[in-house]
Each structure stands twice: as structure tokens, then as C-alpha cells.
């Protein structure tokens, strides 16, 4: 075995060490300064739309303020994907709102409009008020049904954050992902499109909205020449040291895209005529996800080499590369887990040095949301049990794309 092949690893530009350096040289070793507004301009004229755009310290920092720039409080429901990564729904929990999980439809796999609106109607019956904001995702980089999304929140008036975290330079009808709603999410964590260590942004309507959302990221200072605080505030800015890499990773942001969506390309004709094996694409041409991760779906008739051995020992460590900082595994299996093929062809993979991963179990059925409301229709539950995410990143040669569909074909049993 040669080397290792992950998902997504961070691919430096080359170009930011000297944004650092300077910070260095020019003593602005601080969370704001001259990369984080150059950072900030790049990325505004990268998404157009004549959107304000303020960098954080991470993505799950730019949720949680787009929710309380929504005036989202304790008591109050947010409506939130349920197929997506905790970040979008763990900082409602943090304003001591709760979140309503709403379920995917089979397209893109994002938020469901029609189940949205059935949602909304049926928790302002329920609980007598209007959900005070909409979660979109755009999971895996692949847009949502944005339009449609967005008509039914503006008949109810609710505001939508879009989290793009993953879908950083997608397009719907040629618009950029994060700009539909009034706030849209970013991040630069360091397996996402472009990377800052770790980091965030949102995206804001205009310039009293990147204001207010400055304010709030900045410990709330009020204008005295002492600390005067009339409201309570986060420390969540980025550090200029971080926004010197984003500087340096917009130079390639471009490239990273064309990068993985040509990787998409590659395994779309090695997967073709792979019985059993669905990539997921671009619905139709309204849709143009920067394919963050490619993701298949593996049929549960389909049989993989070794399936009778899958969840037979505890996995070391966790998704996601938290490492040494998981809870240990109490037990081989949850209630809801990947079919058995699909445990088999990950660890089929892992054992010829190629990382994959299942999708990202819903919301809906973690354990620390079960009594959560939930809007559902079986979608995202049959997605995570099914799929697998394959290496994307900038890294990914073709000649490992080539490999890996090679290992994926020997996994399947004749
Ligand atoms: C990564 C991610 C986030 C959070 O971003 P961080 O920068 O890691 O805090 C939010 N939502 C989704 C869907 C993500 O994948």
C-alpha cells in the first residue's frame, strides 16, 4: 500500500505564509486587522450579490449569530434540515430554542418544500406561533430546492439562514449558494472547500446587518472609553493570523472547485454500468453543486465482500477526526445505522488505505434530539443507511479516483 487517501485534506495555495508573515512583521497578531478585511472583501466580490460578508472563528460561530441576528430566543422553535452535520441545529440549542427537524426530498437530498410548509403550518397550530427562522443545507455542496424554500418562508415571513458551509461556490440558476436567504454560512474548517485552520463566515444582507453581527462577535462593546455592556456578546471573530490563509486559499478557491467537480466527472464515468452503485448529481441543470464530497448510494441488494463480519468490533476513534476527544462506544450498534454492505465496503476501502464515510446520520434520530418534532418521510433515514462519502479534495489524483472505483468494483461480490 502507498498512501493514504482521504475525503477532503486542506491544499495550500503557496501563497499564505507571506499573509502571515506580514501579519507577523506588522504586529497585527489579533482577531481583526488587515487580512481579515482583505479576507472579507475577496470573499464579497467571490459571492457577488452586493452582500456583506464578516469572517468568525468558525461556521457553527456564524450559525449561532445568524439565529440571534433572527431575534431567536429561549422558547422559540427554528426549523433546521434534518439531514446535515450538528452545526446547524446545535447553536439553537445554544439560545435555548428548540430545533424542528424537516426531512430531504430525493433530488438533492436538502430540505423538503413541501414538507417545510406542512411543518410550519402545523407548528403554528401546534404551539400558536410562527417558527422564527429556516435552515436550509446545502449538504455535500449540492444546492437545495432554494427557490421553492425561499417562496414558502417568504409567505410566511420567516426568515431563512442558508448554511453553505459545505456548498461554497455552488450555484442555483448561476447564483451563488449563501445569498438566497437574509444570512448565509460558511466555513473554512480544514476539510471544507477553502480552509483557514478553522473558521467561518456569514454572509449578510447589507452593511447595518454586518454591523450588528460585528458587534455581537466582539463581546458586544458599547462605544465608552471603558467597558460599558448593554447586551451579552460572543468572542467568535477571526484572528488575522486565520483570515492570512483565507487570503491565501482564495487565490484557489477557483481552482479547488473545478477540482472537485472534475473529480465528480471521473466518477461518474468509472461508477457507469457498476451495478448497484448510484453517484449522486445535479438533478438538472438549475443545479451546480461544487461537489464537495461525491457520494454514492449503494443498493441494499448489492453484497460486498466481508458484509458478514461489518459492526463485528468497536471502531477506534470517531468521525470526523476529533481524535481523543470522543466518548468511548458503548455498545457495536444504534438503532439506526449503515446497512451491513455499506460497513463492508467502507472498511473494504479503509483496508487499502482509502478513508470513506457514511453519510451524515439525520438529526431526526440522534439520540441527544429524540424528543425533538420532526417533520418526516423516510428520505434522509434511507440515504444515511445507504450511502458513502468517497475522497474529493483537492489531493485526489485521477489516478486515485481510477484506484478507488477499482477497489469499490473488487468489493463486490460476483
Ligand atoms: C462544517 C459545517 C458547519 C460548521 O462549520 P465549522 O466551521 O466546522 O464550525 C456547519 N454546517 C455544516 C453543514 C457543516 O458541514
Known amino acids: 500500500m502507498n498512501k493514504r487517501i482521504y475525503l477532503c485534506l486542506a491544499h495550500m495555495s503557496g501563497k499564505e505564509q507571506a499573509f502571515i508573515k506580514e501579519a507577523f512583521d506588522t504586529n497585527w497578531v489579533v482577531p481583526l486587522g488587515p487580512n481579515v478585511n482583505a479576507f472579507e472583501k475577496d470573499l464579497e466580490t467571490f459571492i457577488g450579490e452586493n452582500k456583506q460578508v464578516v469572517a468568525l472563528s468558525a461556521g457553527t460561530a456564524a450559525v ?76 455535500y455542496g449540492m444546492p437545495a430546492k ?17 448554511d453553505a458551509a459545505e456548498g461554497l461556490g455552488s450555484r442555483y440558476d448561476g ?27 456569514l454572509i449578510c444582507p447589507n452593511e447595518e446587518a454586518k454591523r450588528k453581527i460585528m458587534f455581537y462577535a466582539t463581546q458586544a ?43 465528480f466527472c471521473l466518477y461518474k464515468e468509472l461508477l457507469a454500468g457498476v451495478e448497484g452503485i448510484v453517484l449522486h448529481e445535479n438533478p438538472s441543470s438549475q443545479f451546480d453543486s461544487n461537489y464537495w464530497l461525491n457520494t454514492i448510494l449503494l443498493d441494499p441488494d448489492l453484497h460486498v465482500n466481508g458484509e458478514e463480519y461489518a459492526y463485528e468490533a468497536v471502531v477506534q476513534g470517531a468521525v470526523g477526526g476529533a481524535a481523543g476527544v470522543t466518548h468511548e462506544a458503548s455498545s457495536l450498534h444504534t438503532d439506526c445505522e449503515p446497512n451491513k454492505n455499506v460497513e463492508a465496503m467502507r472498511m473494504a476501502l479503509d483496508a487499502v488505505g482509502i478513508e470513506s464515510r457514511p453519510l451524515w446520520k439525520p438529526m431526526h434520530l440522534q439520540p441527544v434530539y429524540k424528543n425533538n418534532p420532526c417533520y418526516v ?25 481510477v484506484y478507488i472505483v477499482q477497489e469499490i468494483k473488487k468489493a463486490i461480490q460476483k
Open 64 to 139: 449561532h449569530l445568524a439565529l440571534l441576528a433572527c431575534g431567536v430566543r429561549p422558547g422559540d422553535e427554528v426549523i433546521v434540515q434534518s439531514f446535515t452535520f450538528c452545526a446547524s441545529s446545535h447553536p439553537v440549542t445554544y439560545l435555548g430554542a428548540t430545533p424542528v427537524f424537516v426531512d430531504s426530498e430525493v433530488d438533492t437530498w436538502n430540505m423538503d418544500p413541501e414538507l417545510l410548509e406542512e411543518a410550519i403550518k402545523d407548528r403554528i397550530s401546534k404551539t400558536g406561533k410562527k417558527p422564527k427562522a429556516i435552515v436550509p443545507v446545502y449538504l
Open 146 to 162: 432554494i427557490e421553492e424554500i425561499m417562496a414558502i418562508a417568504n409567505k410566511y415571513d420567516i426568515p431563512i439562514i442558508e
Open 175 to 201: 447564483q451563488v449558494c449563501g445569498t438566497f436567504g437574509r444570512y448565509g454560512v460558511l466555513s473554512f474548517n480544514g476539510n471544507k472547500m477553502i480552509t483557514t485552520s478553522g473558521g467561518g463566515a
Open 221 to 263: 462593546r458599547e462605544s465608552y472609553p471603558y467597558y460599558q455592556h448593554e447586551k451579552i456578546g460572543y468572542n467568535y471573530r477571526m484572528s488575522n493570523i486565520c483570515a492570512g490563509i483565507g487570503c491565501g486559499q482564495m487565490t484557489v478557491l477557483e481552482e479547488h472547485i473545478a477540482h472537485h467537480q472534475h473529480t
Open 377 to 401: 418521510n423516510g428520505v434522509s433515514e434511507s440515504l444515511f443507511k445507504q450511502g458513502l462519502c468517497l475522497p474529493s479534495g483537492p489531493c485526489v489524483t485521477d489516478e486515485d479516483v
